[in-house]
């Protein structure tokens, strides 16, 4: 293997031993792969941003101050999440010219082992605010830049996304990585405001408060620590592992709900004061009429239903085993997946999905396990390292496993067992790091035992089976619809409610969000008649009113609901859909799977059907 090239800097300047240390992680990093950042395409950005709306809520404050600052400075402010990956820019237009240029930019990911030393990636991997300035970056290309980032940090200690301030490298402003710093920390107490749980406000002495050190600590109903900021590890000395411990351990004296003094465990004085959590009425907050679409608002809460499944998953795959997710159509295997990757030691990493149902059979050799120049006719010029590449120290999903040709589970198999790729028209092989990650829809002992399944596959891929409960099965369904109307802004009665928990729901969470927003686009700022006798539209209802019943039903169920069976109702309802999705995609399945937003597999199933 090639030497890295040598960190060259301008004469009478120093590069800091963390910038060193990057350097000499990054000394093994496949050239191609770094050559080709590869952004996601739109819609899996836009599932990026979806999974991320409330970090995004959170830091749009501090992104439009920051992003102002830009625009005056010749710079671009991004907020990348827990991956690396870019999810928003704001900035000098100029510039933003000059960023996308390097790929700096919403669907590219900084992570270290995606662009070599950054500002973005260097502080994920560290867990501490960095500036990579001009040649201190390891891709050359990116020594136009002057970056300064630093991490967002959840109440517990985790790291949520990265905040960065980027410009042109001939104008570095020592300032920068303060203010950085100073608004990461802001966003993270916004998060901390929002905890229903109790909160200790204090700082070290007993003057006036001056607010320059606004140290909190979330206290749960044991006065034992949930949560804490930057300010308060400092001020009381000590790191993370104070999460979860007795606050009496580490200050001493009665907690009031106004400034009294205190001492911290070493004797030092201290004031602080107890808040209680203010109680916020839902309807306090303007919602829209219909509000944008949330692709995964209504998937299962890992905080609930899923919670043990996603507690057991983390476990499997940081100790090494492959990940296997079963569960029917629409219950959410993938974004199951993605918390998987957030809350793993993998986080740093990227997150490749792979849908092997989906991959042309012609091109899934070459788009899998990538390419040498010249590999075959109609190859790009200077070849692609391919999906399993993309792959390396982050997490590898296989969506669709049990879809895969028999003639490439061999193959897939060994790379799995020896975690090496051959690229086509290569004669070497490249090592891989990565957490494993499948899913299907189908049951793949089944498949085994019909031939149409590799046996030793099947159980190199489960070394923890997980299967996903469908939407029918929950035992709170009635209140989980009810909620997810209510987070599109809208009010079912208990009769519509009842109406919805009645189906059997083939297409589970992604069925029922496509009824619910169906429902809410329809009744944006009226309800329709309830049972009184009211023609449609004859009256303007108060907006509070719940929607009623046959509302519900006539959504679902569209014109033939009125007298029909339900589920009948429903079936008709899908298969009109259908129809005219293959017509307006002029018979092509894959197109129209894509127009309703169901998987190709899917879709046949139901044509057959």
Not at 179 to 197: C, F, K, N, T, W
Request: charged content about 20%; hydrophobic content about 40%; glycine content about 8%.
């Amino acid at each position: 293997m090639q030497n890295p090239p040598p960190l060259a800097l301008a004469p009478g300047t120093r590069a800091a031993p963390r910038i060193h240390q990057s350097w000499a992680r990054c000394a093994s990093l496949d050239p191609v792969l770094l050559a080709d950042p590869n952004p996601l395409p739109r819609a899996d950005l836009n599932i990026r941003l979806e999974t991320h709306r409330i970090l995004l809520q959170w830091a749009e404050p501090s992104l439009c101050a920051l992003g102002a600052l830009a625009d005056s400075t010749r710079g671009v402010v991004v907020l990348a999440d827990s991956s690396g990956l870019i999810l928003r820019e704001y900035g000098n237009r100029s510039f933003l010219d000059k960023a996308h240029r390097v790929a700096l930019q919403p669907g590219v990911s900084w992570a270290e082992p995606q662009r070599g030393t950054n500002a973005i990636g260097t502080a994920l991997h560290d867990g501490r605010a960095v500036r990579v300035h001009g040649a201190e970056h390891f891709l050359a290309c990116n020594s136009i830049l002057s970056c300064h980032a630093a991490p967002i940090f959840s109440p517990t200690g985790e790291i949520l996304g990265i905040l960065d301030l980027s410009g042109p490298a001939d104008d570095m402003r020592g300032h920068s990585l303060t203010l950085v710093q100073r608004m990461a920390r802001g966003i993270a107490d916004r998060i901390l405001d929002e905890s229903p749980l109790r909160r200790l406000d204090f700082r070290l002495g007993q003057g006036p408060d001056d607010d320059s050190s606004h140290a909190i600590l979330l206290l749960d109903d044991d006065a034992r620590i949930a949560g804490a900021n930057d300010a308060a590890l400092q001020a009381l000395d000590t790191d993370w592992r104070l999460i979860g411990t007795p606050c009496a351990q580490w200050i001493d004296g009665p907690l009031h709900t106004r400034d009294a003094p205190l001492r911290r465990h070493d004797g030092r004085p201290m004031t602080g004061r107890l808040a209680h959590p203010p109680r916020v009425s839902p309807r306090q907050a303007p919602v829209p009429a219909v509000p944008p679409p949330a692709a995964l608002r209504v998937l299962p809460d890992p905080d609930t239903v899923s919670i043990p499944l996603l507690d057991q998953a983390i476990r499997a795959l940081d100790a090494g085993l492959a990940v296997l997710l079963q569960g029917e159509t629409g219950t959410g295997k993938e974004v199951l997946a993605h918390h998987i990757h957030a809350g793993g030691a993998w986080r740093a990493g990227p997150f490749v999905a792979i849908n092997c149902a989906a991959l042309p059979e012609h091109l899934i050799e070459s788009e899998l396990f990538g390419y040498e120049p010249g590999a075959f006719t109609g190859a790009r010029r200077e070849g692609a390292r391919g999906l399993l590449r993309q792959a390396h120290r982050g997490v590898l999903f296989l969506d669709e496993i049990g879809d895969m040709p028999l003639t490439l589970q061999t193959r897939l198999l060994r790379v799995l067992q020896e975690r090496e790729v051959q690229p086509l028209g290569s004669d070497k092989r490249i090592p891989l790091e990565f957490g494993l990650i499948s899913a299907s829809h189908q049951n793949l002992e089944s498949l085994v035992a019909q031939g149409r399944f590799r046996a030793d596959l099947y159980y190199r891929l489960q070394d923890m089976p997980l299967a996903l409960p469908p939407l029918r099965n929950r035992p709170d369904l009635a209140t989980f619809i009810r909620d997810a109307y209510r987070e599109l802004g809208g009010c079912l009665s208990a009769d519509a409610i009842a109406t919805l928990a009645g189906y059997t729901w083939p297409g589970n969470y992604r069925e029922l969000l496509s009824v619910l927003r169906r429902l809410r686009c329809q009744h944006p700022d009226r309800e329709p008649v309830a049972a009184d006798g009211l023609l449609p539209g004859t009256a303007r209802a108060d907006p509070a009113v719940p929607v009623p019943a046959q509302a519900g039903l006539d959504i679902v169920a569209a014109p033939a609901a009125a007298a029909g069976d339900r589920a009948a109702s429903l079936r008709t309802l899908e298969r009109q859909a259908i129809e005219q999705a293959l017509l307006a995609c002029q018979g092509n399945v894959s197109r129209a799977a894509r127009r309703l937003g169901i998987h190709r597999s899917t879709l046949h199933r139901k044509l057959n059907g």
